[in-house]
């Protein structure tokens, strides 16, 4: 049987260790970093973190400077490869 070409979501945060992700949480921050690692429950470890977080419509930089874990159940959505919200479209057309 011939491959379909599909991957599975813990495949691609399996392709993503060692390179960067942007990381939309929950609520309004966003965190870039290193993956470093990641479970079945997608906990994330980074290196490297960036926290972004939106006051009064400004974007709040804050460097984090640990390796750290996020918990799974906060994750909205992880960008491969992502440098975060100054890298977005909403910031370009603004």
Do not use: C
């Not at 930089?61 to 491969?80: C, Q, Y």
């Amino acid at each position: 049987m011939a491959s379909t070409g599909r991957v599975l979501p813990l495949e691609l945060i399996d392709k993503a260790i060692g390179s960067k992700v942007w990381i939309l949480m929950k609520g309004q921050t966003e965190i870039v970093g290193t993956l470093q690692g990641f479970d079945d429950y997608v906990n994330l470890v980074l290196a490297d973190a960036i926290e972004y977080t939106t006051v009064d419509g400004e974007i709040i930089r804050k460097d984090l400077n640990a390796e750290i874990l996020l918990n799974g159940n906060h994750v909205a959505v992880l960008v491969p490869g992502g440098n975060g919200p100054e890298d977005s479209m909403a910031v370009a057309a603004s």
